[in-house]
């Protein structure tokens, strides 16, 4: 199966203001507990959404494309049809921008419920970025774990 880029046939569209979600997974263990972590933001801004979950006992690369698909979803859901992704798991990023093949049976199921939501948005894009710079949504995460851990939900 050829796996083709997002990005391969860009359609042009007039600008709009869009939103931009800053999303991380992470695991304790690979695979161990683990949760996502997203926060969406408006073109001023100003944080509109902090999603977070708990997934059980997964794999990092499997906590990172939930976090993708939960900020997809809110972004379908709310119509924001245009829309920036930051993460800090380059191979995420490079397996969405078709640089980089999915071999994982279990992540490729995820990969393409991501593509069928980007291509129901205007204009999508994911950057890589620095942990440093993606600070908000792993805290999100680890409060998910933390509370895990103290018996929360």
């Not at 083709?4 to 507990?33: C, E, Q, V």
């Not at 494309?65 to 859901?77: E, H, I």
């Amino acid at each position: 199966m050829t796996q083709n880029s997002l990005f391969d046939a860009p359609t042009p569209r007039a600008a709009a203001p869009g939103i931009k979600a800053h999303i991380d997974g992470g695991a304790r263990g690979n695979p161990g507990p683990s949760a996502y972590g997203v926060v969406v933001r408006d073109a001023k801004g100003e944080v509109i959404a902090e999603l977070s979950d708990y997934l059980g006992i997964q794999t990092n690369n499997f906590a990172e494309y939930s976090g993708l698909l939960a900020a997809l979803d809110f972004a379908v859901r709310e119509n924001h049809l245009t829309f920036k992704v930051f993460s800090d798991s380059e191979l995420l990023v490079k397996q969405m921008k078709g640089q980089y093949r999915v071999k994982s049976p279990g992540l490729l199921e995820l990969y393409e419920r991501a593509r069928t939501l980007v291509r129901k948005l205007e204009r999508f894009s994911i950057e890589h970025v620095l942990r440093e710079y993606n600070r908000e949504a792993d805290a999100l995460v680890n409060q998910v774990l933390d509370s895990r851990a103290r018996g929360g939900r």
